[in-house]
């Protein structure tokens, strides 16, 4: 199943959420969103420096391993696909 970018949207807000990480201005990006561009990007908006500083503690606080960052490159390298 292929969700909407709206949804993918709501979903990295509510994942940050859980972690006490609110960024106001997370949105779908305006213009690749009106367009026909199948992968709309995705803004993650302006925040405060403290919200900055929190978002930063909590991803180093992440447990994080080969396996992940295995993954994080994988996943990075097929978005560039075209």
Known sequence: MVRSTEEIVESLRAALEAVGVVLPSLCVDPVTGASDEPFA?????????????????????????????ARARRLNRESRLP
């Open 41 to 69: 990007l995705v803004d993650l908006g302006r925040c405060n420096v403290r919200t900055a500083e929190h978002l930063t503690d909590v991803l180093r606080a992440m447990p994080t391993s080969e396996e992940l960052r």
